[in-house]
């Protein structure tokens, strides 16, 4: 069913959720393929599902990413498709998989890095939740593996193994569910801008800004945090480099590099130091008697209450309430 609504249904990644919805269909298949097993019928499918689960995870990761999937990679598809001709074991499914998942994690551990160069809020962004859906496949795997050994000594043990796994299997649909619909697609509109854009010194090309001494950067720079402060851009909760750079009407590649060049620091970190003084001008207002933290870190321009917490513990060294305790 849920494989059903991510193909019919319109949501904020939907490129990306016709793998995911082949994903979930194929995971179905592997279950109802079990079920019937248990069954006097005893049917099995022509094909082999469980050879197109992964791969489709994979395709879901690189579309949300927005990143161009190599044509050799849809090669990852041919033991599926010749599975109706060629009967496969778990030998090669393991092969086929678990490198894969291992790729997956890989490519996730990687975006977490970039990220923040991008995103002044990280929420929905990180893609934490199909790290955690990987590390669940690959126990899968392993309770899988260790299942076919045991099942050459006991067949008590592996069916015990087989109950578990039918438990960890509906919470990983549901969590799949609900994490699925909510996540949007990343770097959809983060293409560098052309070099022919204005920035803010009109006197100054891009390349010119990039390779001007220290002090022609140091003044460019202090020009654009300025223009921040005063216009509040940093009060936009969703805010990205993308964005900034169009309001400033700078180069997106420019802006990223005066950002690091001067602060040593990534998007994420520089805008939130905005947001966390914004924060604490408000608590020093009338507002603080009419407004809880969250709401008050709200208006500052945080969207989710763990980003508020982690960056404001990270500039100031203690949490929003201690800091508002000392402050009284």
């Given amino acids: 069913m849920l494989g059903v609504l991510f193909l019919s249904t319109k949501t904020k990644n939907n490129r990306a959720n016709v793998f995911l919805a082949f994903f979930m269909l194929s995971l179905s298949f592997e279950v109802l ?37 190599p044509k050799i990679s849809y090669l990852l ?3 599926f498709l010749l599975s109706p001709l060629i009967p496969t074991s778990n030998f090669i499914y393991y092969i086929l998989n678990i490198p894969l998942l291992f790729y997956i994690l890989h490519l996730i551990n990687q975006h977490q890095t970039t990220v923040k160069d991008f995103y002044s809020t990280t929420h929905l962004k990180t893609l934490k939740w199909i790290r955690t859906l990987v590390y669940v496949y690959l126990l899968f795997h392993a309770l899988w593996v260790l299942e076919d050994m045991i099942s050459l000594i006991s067949l008590t043990i592996p069916e015990l193994m087989s109950e578990a796994s039918t438990y ?12 699925g619909f909510s996540q949007p697609e990343l770097f959809s509109s983060l293409d560098t801008m052309p070099a022919s854009e204005p920035v803010i010194s009109s006197s100054s090309n891009d390349s010119e800004i990039l ?39 700078i180069n997106e590649r420019v802006l990223s590099q005066l950002i690091k060049s001067n602060t040593d620091k990534n998007f994420h970190y520089f805008i939130n130091q905005f947001r966390v003084e914004e ?50």
């Fill in 279 to 328: 924060f604490k001008t408000l608590l020093k207002t009338e507002k603080i008697n009419q407004m809880s933290l969250l709401g008050l870190s709200e208006e500052a321009g945080f969207t989710s209450k763990s980003t508020f917490y982690a960056v404001f513990k990270q500039h100031e060294g203690m949490t929003p309430k201690q800091y508002l305790d000392a402050l009284k």
């Fill in 211 to 249: 390779d001007n001494s220290a002090n022609s950067i140091d003044s460019e720079f202090e020009t654009i945090v300025n223009s921040i402060k005063e216009r509040k851009l940093f009060l936009q909760q969703d805010l990205s480099i993308r964005s900034l750079a169009k309001q400033l009407s």
């Fill in 33 to 69: 393929e079990v079920l019937l097993n248990m069954t006097s019928l005893e049917l099995t499918f022509w094909f082999q599902a469980s050879l197109l689960s992964i791969p489709t995870l994979y395709y879901y990761v690189q579309f949300t990413l927005n990143q161009r999937i």
């Fill in 168 to 179: 960890f299997t509906l919470l990983m649909i549901y969590w799949i569910g609900v994490n």
């Fill in 77 to 79: 598809l041919s033991p």
